[in-house]
């Protein structure tokens, strides 16, 4: 999530070069059917809120489901979902936030500045915050939690699994889906689910897993929402799981403003995007776009009870 700061100075080309990778990309095609941005986050976006939805709505994306990653995240999502009626909120501390808590942030890397460690108490603290923004009406997910052994090391990893047990606890508590963060740590994740007992609804936001953990995740009815990286080039393992998960299964989103799909790659990504991610994973479903419009949109009501 953090932001690198473009070199001052240079030639007048790479500059421009500059210019354009950080412009957002055009508009794509509107889709016919309706779809939700089952994973977004508007608050680390450029431009207003109400500008970001115009835009959206604009191409056929008429929900987006505003994900919050720490507390001040996810009191914004709260508050963000109340005020307008196309966004819905999913509330939590992300998989990395929680060593940081815990060990303390030194290099103030996660936008709050510098932090000193706080043990398990903190934790705690913080996930009851986490507990009482769930209890809301507009909140209707406890996300993204899960386990990132990318940039979290061994260190962390006790403060990552206390922090995604008490997040599927949470989730069970309020009966709201449980979103989650998974970063080359899928057997952990698996085996975490299964020992607290999965909530009724669970869903892999930016699916990361191959084809056989897809099979796994549908006959456990986890849900898989794929994002703009199932267009890159060396994404083979995820069109391959997306291949074999049921469509009623299967969810679209953009991570945005992260993961923007080919051809646009490296550019700030945004809900009006999703029509290029969803025709892409229609190909690889080999249906209709509509088809695959129609089915994502009523998995994303249901999953998040709108």
Known sequence: MAKTASTPGGSGKASGAQKEKDAPPPPPEPLRVPVADSHTHLD???????????????VGVTTVV??????????WAAETAAAHESV???VA??????????????????????????????LD?????IAALAALPQVRGVGETGLDYFRTGPEGMAAQERSFRRHIAIAKEHGKALVIHDREAHDDVLRVLAEEGAPDTVVFHCYSGDAAMAKICAERGYHMSFAG??????????RDALAVAPLDLVLVETDAPFLTP????GRPNAPYLIPLTLRAMAEVKGVPADTLATAVAANTARVFGY
Not at 44 to 58: C, F, N, P, R, Y
Not at 66 to 75: F, T
Not at 125 to 129: H, I, K, P, T
Not at 262 to 265: G, L, M, N
């Open 229 to 238: 990286n199932i267009t890159f080039k060396n994404a083979q393992p995820l």
């Open 66 to 75: 505003q994900v919050g990653c720490d507390l001040a995240g996810s009191r």
């Open 88 to 90: 819905w909120a999913t």
């Open 262 to 265: 080919v051809p646009y790659r």
């Open 93 to 122: 501390l992300h998989p990395n936030e929680a060593p940081r808590i815990v060990l303390g942030d030194p290099d103030g890397w996660s936008r709050q500045g510098a932090r000193e460690p706080g043990g398990d108490a903190a």
């Open 44 to 58: 680390m976006q450029s431009g207003t809120v109400e500008e970001a939805l115009a835009k959206a709505a604009s």
């Open 125 to 129: 603290a913080a996930l009851d915050r």
